[in-house]
């Protein structure tokens, strides 16, 4: 039985002391995956002090690292895997549906992406990230009862591509970075990406609008198109961190 570990941070918590809460939290942890929320570090320079401080070779981990010094590329994925860390090579492609609406381009880009450089196969679990703003390559149909499906089924080429993907993914990882509006919505979405058995973790970190660690709506963990409960809470000054079992896979 795996177990998945998702962490948010304070968004005042930054620089030095946001390396070393990160450097903590991988350090204690028990979990297989430890996932973090979005912007993890500030800068590539964090990356260089995070590798100083790791000790425990247990945990595979994903996180987030804001600013790499390019005004070209953001956003950037790194995985830690037996206590090194690995540049993913990948970053967020777009934030909002209408960057992604109705562009074939963009589109085929970001599956070539997520095919090549978003699925980990950990323990033979098959995992897939998201990055905040990208599940909006999902849209939600108002008239049908906000029923979920591909953005762009107009281009079967894509959407077949995509529902592919989603059916040999075990479990759906989406660090986020500030928490998301419209969750009416975003229920829905969780809904349709936990389905067929699948798993949706999203961890995002808080807003300076509502800097509370006990805000429901930094985590979410769905199953089977459920909510799941967590079998084990952390909370400290300036993170909150929640671990789960990962169960009929």
Request: net charge positive.
């Amino acid at each position: 039985m795996a177990t998945i570990e998702i962490v948010s941070f304070s968004v005042k918590l930054h620089g030095a002391k946001r390396v070393s809460a990160t450097a903590e939290i991988i350090n204690n942890c028990k979990a297989d995956m430890l996932l973090f929320s979005g912007h993890t570090l500030d800068s590539g320079k964090d990356i260089v002090r995070l590798k100083e401080r790791i000790s425990n070779k247990l945990p595979e981990v994903i996180f987030e690292v804001k600013d790499v010094n390019s005004g070209m590329v953001r956003n950037c994925l790194y995985r830690i895997a037996h206590g090194k860390i690995f540049n993913m090579n990948t970053n967020q492609l777009f934030s909002e549906s209408k960057e992604i609406e109705d562009n074939y381009e963009l589109a085929d880009r970001f599956l070539h992406e997520l095919y090549e450089r978003r699925i980990l196969t950990v323990d033979n679990i098959k995992y897939l990230i998201l990055q905040c703003g990208e599940i909006n390559i999902l849209r939600n149909y108002q008239n049908q009862n906000n029923q979920v499906d591909f953005r762009l089924p107009q281009h079967q080429d894509l959407s077949k591509k995509f529902n592919a993907l989603l059916n040999n993914i075990k479990v759906i990882i989406n660090p986020i970075h500030s928490p998301m509006g419209n969750q009416g919505k975003m229920h829905k979405r969780r809904e349709f990406l936990s389905s067929r058995k699948r798993y949706y973790f999203s961890t995002s970190n808080t807003d300076e609008k509502n800097d509370n660690l006990n805000n429901l709506s930094l985590h979410y963990a769905y199953f089977n198109e459920k909510p799941i409960n967590p079998i084990n809470i952390n909370k400290e000054s300036n993170y909150i961190s929640r671990s789960f079992e990962l169960i009929d896979l």
